[in-house]
């Protein structure tokens, strides 16, 4: 039958069983949206405060159901507004389609009225990009979008369609949407039998998961692997809930603010078994060191990956949990009672603790934890408070732990929670921001106002940029250099100026029934809760420095 280009665009959505989009109209896309007014019972349209809420919107719904998100903007400026929003999704391989609209064919190159080549100025932070000036190539450049963007390590696609393409018409034939099966066209026999063998003559090994284990849903694979070899697991911030912050074989998080426990026993390990991480900076701290003792087994789906940043001894390329199926059928049950004491004893040698005297970050997210019995899905922003919940709160499923760690996108939080809700409407959805990141984005309030969406924004208010403060403290000589945000803004008025419900909490005592509240009202609530501006992030690893040499505010005090 024929269509328009605007009508294949709702049918294609169709085809590939999108049922909300998050987006901003304009002239250039105003055929599109014409037609989403016609399939409103079909497709859920968010319309979101501003476009770069929209792609982090798409972003948090991708993460939260391991479904495709899907953001829709108009050209020039509206398109750019999603640009940091699709550069998070890339660092992160989340599989995200964004659909924008640009000037007739006529117009291109004329510097027109909004006019710009969105599909160039991403092609650096896409899996693909594309502008779509041919009617009859419409369907197959969308289909092909979400092809690409779920396959292999997922991630963000760009389809670019000039405004006459939306209005032409030709003819369109349904398709079901391609099957996309786990990639392993890179496994082979030879590598998996190389890892076993290394796994079997570790004396101590250790488990480090990433991102990409909670991406391939292989979070009972980790589990089955650490428990029958009987290994320690770290996690990077990504790989939060791919395997049970519960379990007595966690040992924290690894890095510039992991805990002790797992760095050292990382510098300490035979066999580092790395699944579906990449050895990011923050991760690794100085190369050189980074588990000098160990061998180094890396499991990823990627494999410009393997030897990128750390030299590695085997490695097996393939889809994580596909590769770990097939391992944990070869190698042997084993028990490492030493090894796993030895960790132990530095877990309680070195535990997380924080100074219990006023309200704090830590305390907040431990109350949150408390109230939610863990069963929350928590989305936070960038800086202290993200480093706070990464420790403080317990992750024990895959897709509840949702943040922007490879390009630490502050503003990230709110549009990504209100994505997460509308994928999961069964989870309670808790956004941890700090004052200088709820400030970037806080407009999206009115959005979750508008649809009377059940989110929780928790503002950890210290009146200062926190994590930059950190910094400029401990190795600036305190000059702080533009970090103090000491000004009259009030968060619970402009919370119940955009029609969510507002609360302020300056107590231990009021913390727990402020969250049980905001639970209980099942809308829109922020709380303003309000901490000291020099409270810390602890242990912290210095910038270049080897992971071991991890200090906190014990050792700070000791000099």
């Known amino acids: 039958m024929q269509l328009t280009g605007a009508q294949i665009v709702i049918e294609c959505l169709k085809e590939q069983g999108v049922d909300t989009v998050f987006g901003y109209p304009g002239g250039a896309i105003l055929n599109i949206y014409d037609e989403l007014y016609k399939h409103t019972n ?46 998070t999704a890339y660092m992160d391989s989340v599989p995200v389609v964004a659909i ?26 896409t899996k693909h990009s594309m502008i779509v000036k041919d009617v009859t190539r419409l369907a197959d450049a969308l289909r092909r979008a979400f092809a690409i963007a779920k396959s292999g390590r997922p991630g963000p696609v760009l389809v670019d369609i000039t405004k006459d393409v939306t209005a032409a018409k030709t003819e369109y034939l349904y398709e079901d949407a391609e099957e996309i ?3 392993i066209g890179k496994l082979r026999e030879e590598d998996l039998e190389r890892a076993a063998q290394m796994i079997e003559a570790s004396k101590k090994p250790y488990i480090f998961v990433g991102g990409g284990a909670v991406i391939s849903g292989a979070a009972q694979e980790v589990r089955e692997l650490a428990h029958k070899i009987d290994a320690p697991v770290a996690d990077s911030l990504m790989g939060k809930g791919a395997f049970p912050g519960t379990d007595p074989l966690y ?51 990627d494999a410009a990956e393997i030897n990128k940043n750390i030299l590695v001894d085997g490695s097996v390329i393939g889809d994580v949990r596909e ?16 090894w796993t004491a030895e960790i132990d004893a530095l877990k309680k040698k070195f535990p997380l603790k924080y100074n219990t005297a006023g309200l704090t970050g830590p305390y907040v997210v431990e109350e949150i934890y408390k109230e939610t019995k863990g069963d929350a899905i928590i989305v936070t922003e960038v800086g202290q408070h993200q480093m706070w919940t990464a420790q403080y709160y317990k992750f024990k499923d895959p897709r509840t732990f ?6 630490g996108t502050m503003g990230y939080g709110l549009g990504a929670a209100i994505g997460a809700k509308f994928g999961r409407p069964d989870k309670t959805v808790i956004n941890i921001a700090g004052d200088g990141c709820f400030r970037m984005n806080m407009n999206e309030i009115a959005t979750a106002a508008r649809n009377n969406l059940p989110v ?55 913390v727990a029934p402020a969250i049980r509240r905001a639970i209980e009202l099942n809308t829109t609530v922020l709380i303003d809760c309000i901490i000291d501006c020099d409270d810390k992030v602890f242990p912290m690893v210095p910038a270049g420095a080897a992971i071991e040499e991890a200090f906190d505010e014990d050792d700070l005090n000791k000099k």
């Open 181 to 183: 099966k786990p990639s």
């Open 323 to 338: 590769v770990l199926k097939r391992l944990n059928n070869r190698v042997q049950r084993t028990e490492h009672p030493e």
């Open 100 to 125: 924008t609209a640009n000037v007739t064919n006529n117009l291109l190159g004329k510097d027109s009225f909004q006019e710009v080549d969105i599909a160039g100025i991403v092609m650096p932070v």
């Open 402 to 407: 949702l943040t922007s760690g490879g390009l």
């Open 456 to 510: 929780i924004e928790v503002v950890i208010n210290n009146h200062v940029l926190g994590m930059v403060r950190q910094w400029q403290n401990l190795f600036y000589e305190e000059r702080y250099s533009y970090t103090v945000l000491n000004d009259s803004v009030d968060f619970v008025k402009l919370a119940e100026a955009m029609g969510a419900v507002g609360m302020r909490v300056t107590k231990k005592e009021e």
């Open 251 to 301: 040992s924290g998080m690894v890095g510039m603010h992991g805990t002790k426990a797992s760095n050292l026993g990382i510098s300490r390990c035979d066999l580092l078994i790395t699944i579906g991480a990449r050895f990011s900076d923050r991760v690794i701290g100085n190369p050189k060191k980074f588990a000098e003792n160990a061998k180094i087994l890396q499991i990823d789906v």
């Open 42 to 87: 079909e497709i859920r349209h968010i319309l979101t405060s501003h476009e770069q809420g929209a792609s982090h919107a798409a972003d948090g719904y991708a993460r939260a159901t391991g479904k495709v998100g899907v953001c829709l903007a108009t050209s020039g400026p509206g398109a750019t507004n999603l640009v940091t929003g699709i550069a």
